[in-house]
T-cell receptor, first 113, second 113 residues
Framework: GAVVSQHPSWVICKSGTSVKIECRSLDFQATTMFWYRQFPKQSLMLMAT?????????EQGVEKDKFLINHASLTLSTLTVTSAHPEDSSFYIC?????????FGSGTRLTVV | LAKTTQPISMDSYEGQEVNITCSHN???????ITWYQQFPSQGPRFIIQGYKTKVTNEVASLFIPADRKSSTLSLPRVSLSDTAVYYCLVGPSGSGNTGKLIFGQGTTLQVKP
């Protein structure tokens, strides 16, 4: 079956620092990866779509300079939250699209203090 | 992208069958209907996907009428561990294509003993 590994599962960082989250498809090649953000008791909100080797496409209202996405290979995409602030605290989830359909990572709980 | 409408919450008791209906009046010809389950602080997990009529797997059934403007997820004999948020999505099947998935509000199912 399809497995997507997301790391770290939780992170606490100081305000003003940057945090990188990794998303790996372990047993398939992901032509496209997606990044979502989820606030408590809310649904998943799509942040951006990334294709291997090209620039990510960001959803309206998502700051591309703040949420840097790199999709350097068919099995790895990273999301870097730059100059994080407390309002960036959220649950970040990646999804990978491949031959098995859409598979989601287990999520990363980011807390900015 | 087709918008979906689901009940915000539902209650049930262990051993009962639960049916969650989703409305998607603007579903496109090439859209599939996919249901995901999400537990707190975890990524969504695929439950079932269908295009028309009825689909059944080891955990659920999906009923889709001929006009495809709605669908019903049926969970047989729920247990406490089925307490979760259930999302209905319409869009690409995921296998071999890379369209984005947009999540609606979801249905919070609470199973009581």
């Amino acid at each position: 079956g399809a497995v997507v590994s997301q790391h770290p599962s939780w992170v606490i960082c100081k305000s003003g620092t940057s945090v990188k989250i990794e998303c790996r498809s372990l047993d398939f090649q992901a032509t496209t990866m997606f990044w979502y953000r989820q606030f408590p008791k809310q649904s998943l909100m799509l942040m951006a779509t990334s294709n291997e080797g090209s620039k990510a496409t960001y959803e309206q209202g998502v700051e591309k300079d703040k949420f840097l996405i790199n999709h350097a290979s068919l099995t790895l995409s990273t999301l870097t939250v730059t100059s994080a602030h407390p309002e960036d605290s959220s649950f970040y989830i990646c999804s990978a699209s491949g031959i098995y359909g859409y598979t989601f990572g287990s999520g990363t709980r980011l807390t900015v203090v | 992208l087709a918008k979906t409408t689901q009940p915000i919450s539902m209650d049930s008791y262990e051993g009962q069958e639960v049916n969650i209906t989703c409305s998607h009046n603007n579903i496109a010809t090439n859209d599939y209907i996919t249901w995901y389950q999400q537990f707190p602080s975890q990524g969504p997990r695929f439950i079932i996907q269908g295009y028309k009529t009825k689909v059944t797997n080891e955990v659920a059934s999906l009923f889709i009428p001929a006009d495809r403007k709605s669908s019903t997820l049926s969970l047989p004999r729920v247990s406490l561990s089925d307490t979760a948020v259930y999302y209905c999505l319409v869009g690409p099947s995921g296998s071999g294509n890379t369209g984005k998935l947009i999540f609606g509000q979801g249905t919070t199912l609470q199973v009581k003993p």
